[in-house]
Structure formats: structure tokens, C-alpha cells
Nanobody, 123 residues
Framework: QVQLVESGGGMVQPGGSLRLSCAAS????????LAWFRQAPGKEREFVAS????????YYTDSVKGRFIISRDNAKNTLYLQMNSLKPGDTAVYYC????????????????WGQGTQVTVSS
């Protein structure tokens, strides 16, 4: 099992940027697919981006392509999400998640979750 702790959330104006971090402990992340999900009030948890455990490709939901960048540093056991050109529609609690040697865009594909960090985009 992997313990995950997100940080870096906050309030930002539209067009601004934030960088989320997710620190992992318990196991090395080398064989884990890592992902970011988000959940806005009254909505289901949705996939944002993922970094599969194998290969170098990364994947994004259409609404964040070209604005968000997911990256990982396995040596530091940390996952990142650089969020640029933020919009009010990006407002949500952001969660990082880990899945051992599986790839998925569905929340049920992930066994380990952080507690979430709030991102609010508002003028």
C-alpha cells in the first residue's frame, strides 16, 4: 500500500497557475501508474491526467490538454501537476491516486488515494 499526501492547492485568479505535489511513502513508485483526479461539488470524481507505470506517455482529459502537465520523480517518490491558464471550471478538490502495474482512467482502477487538496479559481 502507498500513502499519498497532496499539497499546493489554493485560490488563484482565472489565467493563473498552480503546481500540485503528491508525496508518496510506503513503497517505491516505479511500478505504479499515478494519476490526478478531481471532484467538484455535486459532481462525480473525474480523471484529469495520468503517468503510466511503464513507458513515457502521459494522458489527459480533453478539457486540460495544453494547460496541465503531469510529471513524476520516482527518485523523490513524488507526483506533480502543473496547472496553467486556470479557469473557474477547474475549481475542485484534486486527488492523486496510485495503481500497481495497471492503467486506467476510472477511479475504481486505483487502490491508493490521497486526502485531496482544494483548488479554487475565482476573480
Amino acid at each position: 500500500q502507498v500513502q499519498l499526501v497532496e499539497s499546493g492547492g489554493g485560490m488563484v485568479q482565472p489565467g493563473g497557475s498552480l503546481r500540485l505535489s503528491c508525496a508518496a511513502s510506503g513503497r517505491s513508485l516505479g511500478r505504479y501508474t499515478l494519476a490526478w483526479f478531481r471532484q467538484a461539488p455535486g459532481k462525480e470524481r473525474e480523471f484529469v491526467a495520468s503517468s503510466p507505470w511503464i513507458g513515457t506517455n502521459t494522458y489527459y482529459t480533453d478539457s486540460v490538454k495544453g494547460r496541465f502537465i503531469i510529471s513524476r520523480d520516482n527518485a523523490k517518490n513524488t507526483l506533480y501537476l502543473q496547472m496553467n491558464s486556470l479557469k473557474p471550471g477547474d475549481t475542485a478538490v484534486y486527488y492523486c491516486a496510485a495503481s500497481y502495474r495497471q492503467t486506467s482512467r476510472l477511479p475504481e482502477g486505483y487502490s491508493d488515494w490521497g486526502q485531496g487538496t482544494q483548488v479554487t479559481v475565482s476573480s
